[in-house]
Nanobody, 119 residues
């Protein structure tokens, strides 16, 4: 089993930056984390959750068009950590951010971390 805990969210003005972290733990987390692709997902108010960034086990990354060029995903396999550096934030980035495997595993969703961007 794997537990995921997201942190680093908050209230920021448009144009600002935040760095989100995701800590993985659990009995099989060590083996699972380093051998799988992971992603960041966002659920904006009134919308479905969407993938915004993924990173493979070989560190190949992919981004949703809405965040490409502004967000950077990275991973630390030894520490079982996933990160999302978010720069030049926009009000449209407001939402709850989650980490999970890519493709997502329904058993791994955590509580997420709230990001609010004011104009």
């Amino acid at each position: 089993q794997v537990q995921l805990v997201e942190s680093g969210g908050g209230l920021v003005q448009a144009g600002g930056s935040l760095r989100l972290s995701c800590a993985a733990s659990g009995r099989v987390a060590g083996r699972l984390f380093s051998t799988n692709a992971w992603g960041w997902y966002r659920q904006a108010p009134g919308k479905q959750r969407e993938m915004i960034a993924t990173i493979t086990r070989t560190d190949s990354t992919r981004y949703a068009d809405s965040v490409a060029g502004r967000f950077t995903v990275s991973r630390d396999n030894a520490g079982m950590m996933l990160y999302l550096q978010m720069d030049n934030l926009e009000p449209g980035d407001t939402g709850v951010y989650y980490c999970n495997q890519w493709p997502s595993n329904r058993n791994y969703w955590g509580q997420g971390t709230q990001v609010t961007v004011s104009s």
